[in-house]
């Protein structure tokens, strides 16, 4: 059973920065594929990156391509997303998902792990 938590959300003015966290344990680290969700008030949850368990081939939503970097260390057990030049439209609650050997999916069915998500909200 793999545990995946995740931490450093927060209020942010616009064009500010953020740095989310999701460590994982229950599981061999290196074998996950992990990805970020996010899901904003009243909309769909949607996909933002995922980082793949092989070579670290990585995807992004178009909506963040630029701004967002995903990151990983297989030492720690963790993964990363670094926000910057945040939107008020990048408001919302964000997830880490996790699949043992999964694909760079874009679906969240893809993927059988979840935490319980931490609040981004960007706000002057």
């Known amino acids: 059973q793999v545990v995946l938590v995740e931490s450093g959300g927060g209020l942010v003015q616009p064009g500010g920065s953020l740095r989310l966290s999701c460590a994982a344990s229950?599981?061999?680290?290196?074998?996950?594929?992990m990805s970020w969700f996010r899901q904003a008030p009243g909309k769909e949850l949607e996909f933002v990156a995922a980082i793949s368990y092989v070579s670290g081939m990585i995807s992004y939503a178009a909506s963040v391509k630029g701004r967002f970097t995903i990151s990983r260390d297989n030492a720690k057990g963790t993964e990363y997303l670094q926000m910057n030049s945040l939107k008020p439209e990048d408001t919302a609650i964000y997830y880490c998902?996790?699949?043992?050997?999964?694909?760079?999916?874009?679906?969240?069915?893809?993927?059988?792990?979840w935490g319980q998500g931490t609040q981004v909200t960007v706000s002057s």
């Open positions: 998902a996790a699949e043992v050997y999964g694909g760079l999916g874009r679906n969240a069915r893809e993927y059988s792990y």
């Open positions: 229950g599981h061999t680290f290196s074998t996950l594929t």
